[in-house]
T-cell receptor, first 116, second 111 residues
């Protein structure tokens, strides 16, 4: 299994509170991603990073911010959580110029967030 | 129209059946095609990967890509209850572009 750890794995919070999800990898992969997965929508890309301090938006980035200060850590922050952000969040990594040149993703176990 | 279309199912088959899962896509620039398997409450894991058109076989699984029709398939022979999962197709243009996923098809194999 790829060395990807997500924390927390489960969180219940209230509307309006800030939430930070952490993804930690031990594979030294260059790219890191945050997806959310919802019934009827599948996996949707929120943000991704192609290097330390280099990030870009995905298709559902509104209401989310990210930071990557070290190769191994990628943080997803919900500044003010809303009920529509109740979802399962997956971190993924890839290394298209190194260990996995075809760009396949390796996923973490997911973080289940409930916003009441 | 979404870039990648996949019937969400659910699909229920008896043990031993041949399963066919399919995706269509609209962007002819896609070059790499993948199938991921996701068990309940787990992250997706790569099952099959193919480059450009053609077939690829791995045990009971065969991935097929028809770029002229913009259509990809995953066949599962002699299906087992342990194959019960959600199968997601995914594709990308190059290694440095984000993967684009279908919505996934939920498969149940009944013993």
């Amino acid at each position: 299994d790829a060395g990807i750890t997500q924390s927390p794995r489960h969180k219940v919070t209230e509307t309006g509170t800030p939430v930070t999800l952490r993804c930690h990898q031990t594979e030294n992969h260059r790219y890191m991603y945050w997806y959310r997965q919802d019934p009827g929508h599948g996996l949707r890309l929120i943000h991704y990073s192609y290097g330390v301090k280099d990030t870009d938006k995905g298709e559902v980035s509104d209401g989310y911010s990210v930071s990557r200060s070290k190769t191994e850590d990628f943080l997803l922050t919900l500044e003010s959580a809303t009920s529509s952000q109740t979802s399962v969040y997956f971190c993924a990594i890839s290394d298209p110029s190194g260990q996995s040149p075809t760009g396949e993703l390796f996923f973490g176990e997911g973080s289940r967030l409930t916003v009441l | 129209q979404k870039e990648v279309e996949q019937d969400p199912g659910p699909l229920s088959v008896p043990e031993g059946a041949i399963v066919s899962l399919n995706c269509t896509y609209s962007n002819s620039a896609f070059q790499y095609f993948m199938w991921y398997r996701q068990y309940s409450r787990k992250g997706p894991e790569l099952l099959m990967y193919t480059y450009s058109s053609g077939n690829k076989e791995d045990g009971r699984f065969t991935a097929q890509v028809d770029k002229s029709s913009k259509y990809i398939s995953l066949f599962i022979r002699d299906s087992q209850p342990s194959d019960s999962a959600t199968y997601l197709c995914a594709m990308l243009m190059s290694g440095n572009t984000p993967l684009v996923f279908g919505k996934g098809t939920r498969l149940s194999v009944i013993a």
